[in-house]
């Protein structure tokens, strides 16, 4: 009689084949993970930089103070503008701001808020010099914003 050999792979094998294609599988969803922190971060500092601009355009145009608040306890900055009346926010659309959120690995030092606004003189200046220092990664970058006086723009530095 004749005998078959029949050719297969061992558990062993197959196991091992199974923790290739697992590992293989994995790699995209980790990075993923990462490129998604990092277009958070770079959505939260692009959205704050146009905030910035927005609130200075205001006070030059309507001639209406305006103003941004960094809160490191509630991780929100906020943007408002004076109603003519000289009460907080009118009844434009742009008074109403949403505030925009810290992204998970971006903080900021100390405890209490920071505030600074542009005055309704018409000239869009800061009323005060101020640095916002934001921390990203657990304080491995840094990202400070220096509002200049006069032009009210400010002078971003990376670290």
């Known amino acids: 009689m004749k005998r078959l050999h029949h050719s297969a792979f061992t558990v062993m094998e197959s196991l091992l084949v199974l923790l290739v294609i ?10 993923l993970k990462n490129w998604q922190e990092e ?3 770079q ?9 910035v ?3 200075q355009q205001i006070a030059i145009v309507e001639k209406r103070a305006t103003g941004i608040t960094v809160d490191p306890t509630t991780e929100t900055v906020t ?3 004076e ?7 009118g009844g434009f659309s742009e008074d109403r701001f949403t505030p925009l959120a810290f992204p998970e690995a971006v903080k900021t030092q100390g405890t209490s808020s920071v505030s600074f606004g542009f005055t309704a003189s018409g000239t869009g200046s800061p009323q005060k010099l101020l640095k916002f220092t934001f921390y990203v990664n657990g304080g491995k970058n840094s990202v400070t914003y220096a509002i200049q006086m006069g032009s009210g723009r400010f002078a971003k530095t990376t670290t």
């Open 22 to 31: 697992a590992s293989f599988s994995l790699l995209p969803v980790l990075a």
């Open 39 to 41: 277009l958070a971060i």
């Open 43 to 51: 959505r939260f500092f692009s959205r704050f930089e146009k905030m």
């Open 53 to 55: 601009l927005v609130c």
């Open 79 to 81: 943007f408002v503008t």
């Open 83 to 89: 109603a003519t009346s000289g009460g907080s926010g």
